[in-house]
């Protein structure tokens, strides 16, 4: 099965190999574009984070846009003390070969689903949502022509990345989460409590670096520096791999456990702004809109990422 997939995404180390491993399984995924939104850096740099992965994988005719610079209400939060000043630290820096599209990411995703063909696009969402959310608010026909949403974002077990109540991407955003996740499409919700099983450790990085070719060897530099903090924070070995839990649900969804329940976004509150309301017991009788994703085979994701990275040569 191939999905004509979009990845919005905000480089970051994690949603960088979440590109890669797309790149690399053409099969299941046809990429069509890469749009890009301000979150863990300024958009500048997610944006040329974005365009650097394409080189590395050899894609530079993949088409990447450049979409909202802030949130839809809410003042900028990045992630530099996670993510380093660059976005993707651990690896050096180039002017991307890869062009950056003149059009703007919110009006290439109106037009392109606009275009298509009832429920045939998938969109894998590694960062805050601000730009599906307003391309749905500009033009809410689209929603139809969405076959399913994959996204990175929320919490229920783990509690917040980013405050005590809210997951990073959600907290960023709360109204345009808020507003994706009661859009009407298919959603499959990867929160912390997933992405925490998917640890970084250092067997797994150095089975990754053995691969030896150029992308493998830029994936084991992201991971050693995106290691660092995170370690610390959780006295784990190794970071948690948000973003690439998409991408390796698209490609072996067996790998993963899942639940239908409603997911609602605090949006009021300061206290808890962006905090995920699962209702993984159904104890309310708001309907379901999710499947909350809640385990994974972390030995199979890094079986499938080790496996796909080394197509990249050797
Ligand atoms: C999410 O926040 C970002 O820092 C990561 O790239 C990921 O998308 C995890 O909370
Ligand atoms: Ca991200």
Not at 34 to 59: F, I, K, Y
Not at 261 to 283: I, Q, Y
């Amino acid at each position: 099965m191939t999905y004509k997939t979009i990845i919005d995404c905000d480089p970051g180390q994690d949603d960088a190999v979440g590109l890669l491993l797309a790149l690399a399984s053409p099969e299941e995924i046809e990429l069509l574009g890469v749009t890009t939104v301000a979150g863990n850096v300024p958009l500048e740099l997610t944006t040329r984070n974005a365009r650097m992965m394409c080189d590395l994988a050899g894609r530079c005719d993949m088409p990447v846009f450049a979409g909202c610079s802030k949130p839809i209400r809410r003042e900028l939060v990045t992630a530099e003390a996670i993510h380093g000043e660059t976005g993707i630290n651990g690896i050096d820096i180039w002017d991307p070969i890869t062009p950056q599209q003149a059009e703007h990411a919110v009006s290439y995703l109106v037009d392109t689903l606009t275009k298509a063909d009832d429920a045939s696009i998938t969109l894998a969402m590694m960062g805050p949502l601000t730009n599906l959310a307003s391309a749905i608010k500009k033009a809410p026909s689209i929603v139809a022509k969405i076959e399913r949403i994959v996204l990175m974002g929320g919490a229920m077990r783990e509690g917040g990345n980013r405050t005590p109540s809210a997951e990073f991407n959600i907290l960023v955003d709360p109204e345009a989460a808020d507003l994706v996740l009661n859009c009407g499409c298919p959603i499959i919700q990867m929160g912390l409590d997933v992405t925490h099983q998917v640890l970084s450790t250092r067997e797994r990085v150095q089975r990754i670096k053995g691969l030896g070719n150029s992308v493998a060897i830029a994936t084991a530099g992201m991971l050693s520096f995106f290691d660092s903090f995170d370690t610390k924070k959780y006295s784990s070995e190794g970071a948690p791999l948000h973003d690439p839990c998409t991408i390796a649900w698209l490609i072996r969804p067996e790998l993963f456990v899942s639940k239908r329940c409603n997911v609602s976004v605090e949006t009021v509150s300061d206290l808890t702004a962006g905090h995920t309301a699962v209702d993984f017991w159904h104890v309310t009788d708001r309907p379901a809109n999710v499947d909350w994703v809640y385990e994974i085979d972390a030995d199979g994701f890094y079986d499938l990422l080790t496996e796909r990275l080394e197509r990249f040569g050797g």
